[in-house]
């Protein structure tokens, strides 16, 4: 019998031969997906088995999306071994700790079999995932702060302070209504193409009249975020909001911090129980320059679990791929830093139970 040889699927190829009708499809859906993990096992010049996972490149987790193998094969298991052997090298090349898979057998098709093979445990009951932590080099950290995913293009601002709510006080609510309420309340921009987003001013006032404890890093003291206009009215109306907000900010004795914020005291903040909303750029995560929000909400010895308010269906990602992400401090660090002249935001935010 011919042995297994596992090979990857690189971008500039296409959907191999031989591959039943209905995993033919879903790769060909997937192959110009940024996140998209291929591997292919041969048996000489036979498909016998297939791989599909998703990584984000800023993260050390990828969600095995699919698995196949030909059932027809006597070799199954041989077949299932080979792909989890080509997934470990492959995790130790590019730095990935954790496999995961989705708890949603509607969103991913991976065989109980396989999941065993992998070493994977069982979702526990009513959670969104079940994974492996591959390497035991570092605290485990654990959070149950809950997703939102923002349910439109501006409003991840508004998603991560209800996300950030709902960790600290899990009778908090997270729906359509409290976001864009909060946007309302928080926005800023007027953006190049419709409704923008948030700037950290806005954004500690909705927490702060919520009762939670808030303070403000801001790296400068120049209006913020001002490249999302395309027009200079625009622009002017933009710095006029900015600065009504942080004059509110100030009367309210909100603290702000008019300084970068460094991942040491980021760490800190969550250590002893708060939540942090960073402001991100898109270009590590989507390969687009964009300011962008996200949950920063607990941390372990050199990582950070991140919620993301925004996934993208079309590279493969689903709410899975969102939650609790590991992102390393040298990861966050680069991707902490937005603007021509890079400037760094972000709110610590505390429940106040009183």
């Known amino acids: ?137 570092g605290s485990t950290p654990h959070s149950i702060t809950p997703i939102y995913t923002q349910s439109t293009g501006f409003t991840c601002g508004p998603a991560c302070l209800m996300m950030a709510f709902a960790g600290l006080d899990p009778k908090a609510g997270m729906d359509r209504s409290l976001e864009v309420a909060l946007w309302r309340e928080a926005t800023t921009i007027v953006s190049m193409d419709g409704p923008g987003g948030c700037d950290p001013y806005g954004l500690a006032l909705a927490a702060a009249s919520r009762g939670y404890g808030t303070h403000v890093f801001m790296s400068t003291s120049e209006p913020i975020l001002i490249d999302r206009g395309n ?48 402001l991100v750029d898109q270009r590590e995560t989507h390969g687009r320059t964009a300011p962008h929000w996200v949950a920063v909400h607990a941390a372990g010895d050199d990582h950070f679990l991140v919620n993301d308010p925004w996934f993208e269906p079309d590279a493969l990602e689903t709410p899975v791929d969102v939650v609790d992400l590991p992102i390393r401090d040298a990861m966050l660090e680069k991707m902490s830093w937005y603007g021509e002249t890079p400037y760094r935001a972000a709110l610590v935010i505390e429940w106040n139970a009183a």
């Open 1 to 137: 019998m011919e042995p297994i040889a596992i090979k990857h699927l690189l971008d500039d190829q296409e959907v191999p031969a031989g591959l039943p009708e209905p995993i033919g499809e879903r790769l060909a859906l997937i192959l110009s997906a940024r996140s998209r993990v291929v591997l292919l096992a041969h048996q000489g010049a036979t498909v016998v088995g297939l791989l599909i996972g998703c990584r984000r490149r800023t993260t050390t987790m990828v969600r095995i999306a699919n698995v196949w193998i030909d059932s027809d094969r006597t070799d199954v298991g041989t077949i299932g071994r080979a792909l989890v052997a080509a997934l470990e090298q492959w995790s130790l090349d590019t730095d990935v700790l954790t496999w995961r898979l989705s708890a949603d057998a509607s969103q991913d098709d991976v065989p109980d079999s396989f999941r065993e093979l992998a070493g994977i445990a069982p979702p526990p009951p009513g959670a969104r995932y079940t994974q492996r932590r591959l390497r035991n080099d």
């Open 231 to 278: 027009t200079e009215p625009k622009r002017d109306l933009m710095k006029f909001v900015q600065s009504d907000f942080k004059t509110r900010v100030f009367e309210a004795g909100i603290t702000v911090k008019e300084r970068a914020f460094d991942i040491a005291e980021l760490r800190d903040a969550l250590t002893d129980g708060s939540i942090a909303v960073v």
